[in-house]
């Protein structure tokens, strides 16, 4: 009896990887889905990991539907150091001395759930005339007023807090900086990341937490958001979509 073709799959998307790699990675393991269309629905960052949804044959005329399912989140967030892209993958934002042993304010998670409209983050995919934001980042032409989207964060549980050594994550940075191909400024980024991180005495508070939210809605723009609400910035570690809602 043949096999019945799926119309769509969940992968792991490594860290690392972008989704398309990813997508490709899968496609090597089924050599009987050569030659039929496939994609996937919701981007990750390179640095995030987790649940990616493909869609197969037919099944990708309907993308848009699947864009739009919530989806589920484990965030690991530093405080004390803010990046240009709110992540691991960014330059130490000049303006902002990292701030080793900063103990953060209990901060209570709650009040970020609901809807609000959240503003992209300078380096994403977002469009803007036609051009990608991150190539005007690059470029040093961002729009005065940046492109905001309404999103949901429907609930955020807090599920560690804990103190990371400096070394500890500066190896685990250049570990996951090591693992993204192509041309994301990793020399300049790492430079500063050696710079900020070289005190063997010093360390960072951590907070990680799940969300459930609806597409679309940035990580590491919330844990932005939470760092500079409580007063010492923060960016994301590390991010893995744990789920994503199919209705």
Same mark, same amino acid.
Request: aromatic letters at 8%; glycine letters at 6%.
């Given at each position: 009896? !043949?096999?019945?073709?799926?119309?769509?799959?969940?992968?792991?998307?490594?860290?690392?990887?972008?989704?398309?790699?990813?997508?490709?990675?899968?496609?090597?393991?089924?050599?009987?889905?050569?030659?039929?269309?496939?994609?996937? !629905?919701?981007?990750?960052?390179?640095? !995030?990991?987790?649940?990616?949804?493909?869609?197969?044959?037919?099944?990708? &005329?309907?993308?848009?539907?699947?864009?739009?399912?919530?989806?589920? /989140?484990?965030?690991?967030?530093?405080?004390?150091?803010?990046? @240009?892209?709110?992540?691991?993958?960014?330059? $130490?934002?000049?303006?902002?001395? !990292?701030?080793? =042993?900063?103990?953060?304010?209990? $901060?209570?998670?709650?009040?970020?759930?609901?809807?609000?409209?959240? =503003? /992209?983050?300078?380096?994403?995919?977002?469009?803007?005339?036609?051009?990608?934001?991150?190539?005007?980042?690059?470029?040093?032409?961002?729009?005065?007023?940046?492109?905001?989207?309404?999103? =949901?964060?429907?609930?955020?549980?807090?599920?560690?807090?804990? &103190?990371?050594?400096?070394? =500890?994550? &500066?190896?685990?940075?250049?570990?996951?900086?090591?693992?993204?191909?192509? @041309?994301?400024?990793? &020399?300049?980024?790492? %430079?500063?990341?050696?710079?900020?991180?070289? @005190?063997?005495?010093?360390?960072?508070? %951590?907070?990680?937490?799940?969300?459930?939210?609806?597409?679309?809605?940035?990580?590491?723009?919330? %844990?932005?958001?939470?760092?500079?609400?409580?007063?010492?910035?923060?960016?994301?570690?590390?991010?893995?979509?744990?789920?994503?809602? $199919?209705?």
């Amino acid at each position: 009896m !043949a096999r019945k073709q799926e119309k769509s799959i969940f992968v792991a998307k490594q860290p690392g990887e972008t989704p398309l790699e990813a997508l490709e990675r899968y496609r090597l393991t089924r050599p009987e889905l050569k030659g039929l269309p496939m994609t996937y !629905a919701g981007r990750l960052d390179p640095m !995030a990991e987790g649940t990616l949804l493909i869609l197969i044959g037919d099944e990708c &005329k309907n993308k848009e539907r699947y864009l739009k399912l919530d989806k589920e /989140y484990e965030v690991e967030m530093v405080f004390g150091i803010t990046t @240009d892209t709110y992540d691991a993958l960014g330059l $130490v934002d000049s303006d902002t001395n !990292a701030r080793a =042993e900063v103990i953060p304010p209990k $901060v209570n998670l709650n009040k970020y759930t609901g809807k609000f409209s959240q =503003e /992209y983050p300078a380096y994403s995919s977002k469009t803007v005339d036609g051009v990608q934001l991150h190539t005007l980042a690059r470029a040093g032409e961002l729009p005065d007023e940046m492109p905001v989207k309404d999103v =949901e964060i429907y609930s955020i549980e807090r599920l560690d807090d804990c &103190k990371i050594p400096a070394l =500890e994550l &500066k190896k685990d940075i250049t570990t996951r900086i090591a693992l993204v191909r192509g @041309d994301f400024r990793q &020399k300049e980024i790492l %430079a500063k990341w050696d710079e900020v991180l070289s @005190d063997p005495g010093s360390g960072f508070y %951590a907070t990680k937490m799940r969300v459930k939210c609806s597409s679309g809605t940035y990580m590491r723009s919330l %844990a932005h958001r939470i760092g500079q609400e409580a007063g010492v910035g923060a960016f994301a570690l590390s991010i893995k979509r744990t789920k994503i809602l $199919v209705k």
